[in-house]
């Protein structure tokens, strides 16, 4: 048995390069391509009302982005892989924390402003954290392709074998 910090792979880090990213991509597609935008044409949610529960949301949702993010950090240092996808793993991870720590801080102060009333809520901030998604969600189908390809590996064709 592999110790927790062996350069070895294991099949839970291995395994963890296949979940960890299909979690979190499914996390930004129900979240932020499916809750968010139905929200606020939901019968009876105000603006006030959809920015206080968008506020909760998303702020649950970063923390477990940044869980998961440290998750797959671990299984892609401790493990035999690669240097373009612990370079991938970084690239995604770099993307999560300007979305965290600079996109979001902005947003929440636009949020505070139109619940104040100070604001009317128009905004290009918005396409910011939009484009880091958008990013998030090419580099974790990225590493997903890469993962499944190294954990599955597909026999060739035997000439003359019966076919399934």
Known sequence: ?????????????AGARIVLPAIWLGL????????APLKFIAPGITIPLGL????LVFTAMNWVE????VLLLWSVFKSAVGAGY????????VVLIAKVAVIRPLLNKRTDAVLAGVDDGGSSLHL?????????????TTMLIVAARRWVTVQPAIKGAPRS
């Open 86 to 93: 612990r370079q991938l793993t970084s690239a995604v991870t």
């Open 66 to 69: 940044i869980v998961i993010a």
């Open 28 to 35: 930004i597609i129900g979240i932020s391509l499916i809750e």
């Open 1 to 13: 048995m592999a110790h927790a910090f062996s350069s070895q792979d294991t099949r839970l880090a």
């Open 128 to 140: 910011f954290y939009i484009a880091a998604d958008g990013l998030l969600i090419v580099g974790l």
């Open 52 to 55: 206080g529960i968008g506020r």
